[in-house]
Every structure is written in structure tokens, then in C-alpha cells.
């Protein structure tokens, strides 16, 4: 939950204060750093807004703000419901990208995501398929998708 007239960056450094018990040098360091990392640098003195009354970021930028938030205790496991829920196919793309850099730092990253897009589930390490089985749903969705992964492979090798 954001507080519209806040900054990116003064959201943040609220939550920096409530989360952890860094000195304050040392927690606008962490908030810089996740900043940078997350690709909110250029969006951080911008206010988050209020729907239909005060302009803000960006779906796409919110939704980094929230991982940033839960970043800041530096957590060795992040469970994203739906992160790319109601996202375009671009911002949709770069909060897996942004997952993906995140899993690259010794962080595991579980994520619950309906149907992907293919270049979206190309970028995942692991896969794994959950629901009501329908005969060869599963396998038909598995097979079109991720072809190109074992050709990419095969040409590799």
C-alpha cells in the first residue's frame, strides 16, 4: 500500500526506517543501491499518485516500488503472486526481467504467473505446471512453449 504524495524515494526510506535497524548512512545507501537495481533511479523523486487524481508512476514502476520494499530486509526468498497482472506485454516483460537480475543474486524467486506469454516463459530458470489436469492440456501448452528452448539448447551444444 503507497501513500499517493509520497516520493518513490521518500516511500523507501519510510520503509527502510520501519524495516530494519540500519543507522540512517548506511539505509539511504541500501535505498540507493536497490534503487539502481530495480531501475527506479530516474523515477525517485516523482510522487507515486492516486488513481484518477494525482499523476504518478507507472504500473510498471509500482510494481518494482513493491519489490523494492520487500528488498529492503535483503530476503533470501521472494514469493510474487501475479506480479505481471494487469501489465502490458512491455512492463509485463521488464518486471521479469527484474525478477530474473533479482534470482541472479543468490535470491530464490517464486513466482505464480497464468498464461505467460512465450517470451515471459522464456526467461524462467524453472518451470512448474499446477492445476486441473485435462488430458493433454498440460503437455500441448509445454510442448508449443518450449520448443524453441530445446532448439536454442540443441544448436547450442
Known amino acids: 500500500m503507497f501513500i499517493g504524495t509520497l516520493t518513490v524515494r521518500e516511500h523507501l526510506c519510510i520503509q527502510a ?3 530494519t535497524t540500519f543507522p540512517r548512512e548506511r539505509r539511504e ?9 530495480l531501475g527506479l533511479t530516474k523515477c525517485q523523486h516523482n510522487k507515486i499518485g492516486i488513481a484518477g487524481i494525482l499523476k504518478g508512476i507507472s504500473g510498471g514502476e509500482a510494481r518494482r516500488l513493491v519489490f523494492a ?9 521472494l ?18 526481467e527484474v525478477l530474473s537480475k533479482l534470482a541472479k543474486t543468490r535470491r530464490t524467486i517464486v513466482c505464480t504467473i497464468h498464461q505467460p506469454a512465450s517470451q515471459l516463459f522464456h526467461m524462467f530458470d524453472k518451470v512448474l505446471f499446477i492445476g486441473m489436469l485435462q488430458p493433454n492440456a498440460v503437455l500441448d501448452f509445454a510442448l508449443l512453449t518450449t520448443r ?10
Open 17 to 19: 526506517r520501519l524495516r
Open 29 to 37: 545507501k541500501r535505498v540507493d543501491a536497490i534503487l539502481s537495481t
Open 69 to 77: 520494499c520487500e528488498l529492503l530486509s535483503n530476503p533470501a526468498l
Open 79 to 96: 514469493f510474487c503472486d501475479e506480479p505481471t497482472t494487469g501489465l502490458d506485454s512491455f512492463l509485463a516483460e521488464h518486471v521479469v
Open 148 to 157: 524453441k528452448c530445446f532448439k536454442t539448447l540443441k544448436d547450442d551444444l
